[in-house]
């Protein structure tokens, strides 16, 4: 289950930076704001896979 769900957190990871590499391209921002964007994004991708991973442990147990 563990292995599955890391692999599927790195797909999730993967298309949202991408997604916001390309909403950086198209609004046409600085290095430094891209920097504060992709660092917030993944801050906050990690704590919902995280949070999710615990609730289906939840449920499973």
């Not at 430094?32 to 992709?38: S, V, W």
């Not at 906050?44 to 442990?57: Q, T």
Request: glycine share 0%; hydrophobic share 60%.
């Amino acid at each position: 289950m563990v292995t599955f769900y890391m692999i599927f957190a790195f797909i999730v990871l993967l298309i949202f930076n991408f997604l916001t590499n390309n909403f950086c391209i198209k609004m046409q921002m600085d290095k430094t704001k891209q920097a504060k964007n992709f660092r917030v994004i993944n801050m906050i991708m990690v704590a919902l896979l995280v949070s999710s991973y615990l609730r289906v442990i939840n449920v499973i147990v």
